[in-house]
């Protein structure tokens, strides 16, 4: 394929200081845990389901440990050893905490050795079906192959789960490869997961356990159909992260947009609350083979383009190490980039080429994701087309992983059919017809591509040396990514961050970490 001539110098050097960057943020909250991953642990020990007021049963048993003052403990103890004490299941104590007839913080003590064996069992079943589903998706991708790459990726996200299974099967017989189901404004910020089949999400469908059921279940019988395996995709970002992650993982779904640094910039996440988060939704995809998909393409969508490129760069080393700290392979890490640049400044197609080029050569084992031009698009369909065409080519022309098919009517979230079948045909014609044409061209040494890729590198260079100095969250507060400034101690969900204590015990993290590392 197409090649640049990169120092390897500085990117080693860009990858040691990713990594010291984001070794000191894991360092600096390794004794947090958070509200959502306790919750997390209490739905992988079978606690599901909500009250009559629809408040979800992991939230209120969490919520009584955290209004005893307990939760520094972990939820773990007190569940084990309420489900000693009582002989009951996960779900029998929580339906016992909801009615008010238990106080899980306040029954006599088992012991601290027991109360942790009882809760590894409790969450070894969840975990099996977790690894279970691995096994099954690789049967499946033996079985149906997906042989031709970049990868096609939709969204269908209408707002009603059932009418989203109908317009993804739609989707995958048109050609679609991958389907995204983008969550329902605001979910991100919701501190809490909704329970069961929606039909009414605004802007995208609320991401439930039972909806992304629904959504692999016709996909699978959608996939026998056309003889490829359908990947299916939502989001574990916001206040609940993990606990969407595990539903995502034991619900088979494929890939996860997982990001903390998006989180940060453009929810107004507090930070500690979603790195913390990030790291333990990060194993959880790690040990089911999801992919995750990275966030920098907001970078380019929000800032300039053209001045943005070493942000996103720098960004996307730093969300690599944070990936590879949370056990992740290269084969997992989905780095996310865009075709933003404006499409009015002279040799655009240069530029764009040379920084999807460089981001591909850099993490040469990722699936990076690449997304289709938004930005500078008006009311012309025409040139919308082009726009579309050309981010086409450059895909396909630079080894793209997963290609986010742009189209007409995509801010409507459910694009009109025709112009869905229009851009998933033009995207499968330049995948078929540039299929090897970056085989057989060559980047001259003094090009403009070569010229805007070294600079972006030394740039970047340059920035993560400013971000060692100042720190990742010092960095974010001058407002060094995509010129929005955010506060460690500001944001939403900060409330839900606690210290461990020298008791605290999270089995589920530990069964990972045995499994991961």
Known sequence: MLKLNLDEEKITQCHQLAKNI????????????????????ARFSGVNG??????????????????????????????????IELNATPQEVSHMVAKGELDVTNLPWHGAEAAQAKARELCQESLDVIKTNRKKRESLLRDMPVTETPWLYVICATGNALEDAVQARMAASQGADVIAVIRSTGQSLLD????????????????????????????????????????????????????????GAVERLDMMLNDAMYGILFRDINMERTLVDQNFSRMINAYAGIIINTGEDNYLTTADAFHAGPS????????????????????????????????????????????????RQIFPDCPIKYMPPTVHKKGDIFFSHVLDASFNL?????????????????????????????????????????????????????????DRASSILDDTLKFLEYVDQKGLFGAIGEGAFAGIKRHRSGGRGREG?????????????????????
Do not use: W
């Not at 049963?57 to 003052?69: S, W, Y």
């Open 394 to 450: 450059v895909s396909t022309m630079t080894g793209q992983t997963i290609h986010l098919v742009g189209m007409l009517t995509e801010a409507i979230h459910t694009p009109l059919i025709q112009d869905r079948y229009l851009s998933i045909s033009a995207a499968r014609y330049a995948r078929s017809a540039a299929k090897n044409l970056g085989k057989n061209l060559e980047i001259a040494p003094d090009s403009l591509v070569q």
């Open 497 to 517: 961050v606690f210290k461990r204590s020298p008791s605290y015990f999270n089995p589920v993290e530990d069964l990972l970490r045995q499994e991961l590392f």
């Open 22 to 41: 984001t070794s000191k943020v894991n360092r600096d909250l390794l004794s947090y845990s958070t509200v959502s991953i306790e919750r997390t642990v």
């Open 312 to 359: 996103v760069l720098a960004s996307q080393f730093m969300n690599y190490h944070f990936a590879k700290n949370a056990g992740l392979g290269d084969e997992l890490i989905g780095l996310g980039h865009a075709f933003e640049i404006d499409p009015f400044i002279e040799d655009s197609i240069s530029y764009e080429l040379a920084m999807a080029l460089l981001v």
């Open 192 to 247: 809490y997961v909704p329970y069961g089949i929606t039909t009414e999400g605004f802007g995208g469908t609320y991401a439930t356990q039972e909806n992304f059921k629904l959504m692999r279940k016709a996909l699978d019988e959608e996939s026998e159909k056309l003889g490829r395996y359908i990947r299916l995709v939502n989001y574990c970002s916001g206040l609940c992260m993990p606990e969407i992650a595990y539903m």
């Open 50 to 83: 909500v009250d009559e007021e629809g408040v979800p049963f992991p939230n209120i048993l969490v919520n009584q440990i955290v209004d005893k003052g307990k939760i520094s403990d972990g939820a773990a103890l007190y569940l084990g050893n309420a489900c």
